[in-house]
């Protein structure tokens, strides 16, 4: 009975088997090389930093660990609904209690294993993404106010850059650009002119809140010359969405002209957070457009 039941039900598995893989065949054929690359990343795009070997090694050995859990934990699941199904002619269900102590004991310890070696190298990754350059060869403060950015260029001591400090602010309307050297160390000092904001170029695979009365710091080498998008990744109001900025990784020389630009334009001296707040007292087309009228 058992092997004419069994012999009905292989055609059937053998059907679906060949048409999941022309499926997967069509969706793989489908995908460009980017989307490939993409892919193999686990949807990360493209890394343009020298932070973001960390990162991508953490979040691909995080994605392929749980896979395997994935796949180990589906295939018993399986298995069991298999091998254990109620088959016709079958007696009474059988006893559904059923105690195995070491079984039990391996899936007590085996997550504290997998949460412990997680923890480990996340910590790693964290200590080698935060890591600061005893000098590091440009400083940028930037500032985060609603809705939009302020990039001040410490310049004041280098002559090729025009020796003096240089800023861009942006607003709802206008995105603001942020200019790089190509690798070049640059320390960005965080700060907020009002509420939590959150400094984000995916790209570069870091992301760091920018906090009000609570400034942070960290470092970062673009090894990638483009230019990449940058936005605000924590929800700071009605215009969130609008926080957008235009990361630029030149050559210096390209760096310092345009610096020199800034300069040539007025845009010189430091805004700090406190000038914002202060700017933000006169809205902005955008805002008066939201009014009631």
Known sequence: MRSE???RRRPRLRLLAAAGAVLALTALAGCSSST???AARFGMVAPASDRAPHMENLW???WIAALAVGVLVW???????????RRSGDPE???QTRYHLPMEVLYTMVPFL????????TVRTQNSVMAKDATPDHTINVVGQKWSW??????????????????????IESIPDLYLPLNKSVRFHLDSADVIHSFWVPAFYFKMDVIPGHPNQ???TPTKAGVFDGKCAEFCGTYHANMLFKVHVVPEAEYNAHLKKLKAEGKTGEVKAAKSVAALSTPSAAEKGSEPK
Do not use: C, W
């Open 218 to 220: 960290f470092d970062i």
């Open 75 to 85: 295939g018993l699941i399986i298995f069991a609904l298999i091998r254990f199904r």
């Open 114 to 121: 997998i949460i412990g070696v997680l923890f480990f190298y």
């Open 60 to 62: 691909t050995g995080a």
């Open 36 to 38: 490939k690359e993409q």
């Open 5 to 7: 039941v069994d012999r």
């Open 150 to 171: 302020t990039f001040n260029y410490m310049e004041a001591g280098n002559p090729d850059a025009g020796a003096v400090t240089t800023h861009e602010s942006g607003t």
């Open 93 to 95: 269900i059988p006893r």
